[in-house]
């Protein structure tokens, strides 16, 4: 595996319904991200996990658990999900530190609640 | 704060012709730009990335971007567009915080055979 892979790639869900989203980097990056692109919406940031701390919780509803236990691993767990929050979610990883800050995707996971 | 405009959300091209994305920019220090492209229903990758260097910045598959700061513009340019390029493409600032990525709306672009 290359680069930063997520799994899985579409899940259908209920409102009641408890899920996980894995995200993995292969790169050595020391940072990991979350990000929920909507239709017609530009790209929402949703955490940071810096050196497996948490450095960034961008407003979002507590139904959206996020989990970094290394720096390789981020989950996003998920329940009680609403009908908008059907997107698609990103992961993302950089390595902070240097002058720019250049994020490598993951292919998403295309999520449908229902 | 940071940000971008993508001044068109929407370009359509003829195969073989020029393409431009047009982006300008808000920040209050030399920032670092990004174009990454999205094709349908995948994850975004970099085009290329602006960092102080060069102004006039060299991507992949023929993309190319220039920086210029009396302007605030970091525009996108294609001499000849490919049915390939069809796709999503965002204008990215960095900054102010080591991680953080302001993101464009996103422009599509659509190319007639």
């Known amino acids: 595996e290359t680069g930063v892979t997520q799994t899985p790639r579409h899940l259908v869900m209920g409102m009641t319904n408890k899920k996980s989203l894995k995200c993995e980097q292969h790169l050595g990056h020391n940072a990991m991200y979350w990000y929920k692109q909507s239709a017609k919406k530009p790209l929402e940031l949703m955490f940071v996990y810096s050196l497996e701390e948490r450095v960034e919780n961008n407003s979002v509803p507590s139904r959206f658990s996020p989990e970094c236990p290394n720096s390789s691993h981020l989950f996003l767990h998920l329940h009680t999900l609403q009908p908008e929050d059907s997107a698609l979610y990103l992961c993302?990883?950089?390595?902070?530190?240097?002058?720019?800050?250049?994020?490598?995707f993951g292919p998403g996971t295309r999520l449908t609640v229902l | 704060a940071q940000s971008v405009t993508q001044l068109d959300s929407h370009v359509s091209v003829s195969e073989g012709t020029p393409v431009l994305l047009r982006c300008n920019y808000s920040s209050s220090y030399s920032p670092s730009l990004f174009w990454y492209v999205q094709h349908p229903n995948k994850g975004l990758q970099l085009l290329l990335k602006y960092t102080s260097a060069a102004t006039l910045v060299k991507g992949i598959n023929g993309f190319e971007a220039e920086f210029k700061k009396s302007e605030t513009s970091f525009h996108l340019t294609k001499p000849s567009a490919h049915m390939s390029d069809a796709a999503e493409y965002f204008c990215?600032?960095?900054?102010?915080?080591?991680?953080?990525?302001?993101f464009g709306a996103g422009t599509t672009v659509t190319v007639r055979a």
């Open positions: 993302a990883s950089s390595q902070v530190g240097v002058s720019y800050n250049e994020q490598f």
């Open positions: 990215v600032v960095s900054g102010p915080d080591d991680y953080k990525l302001s």
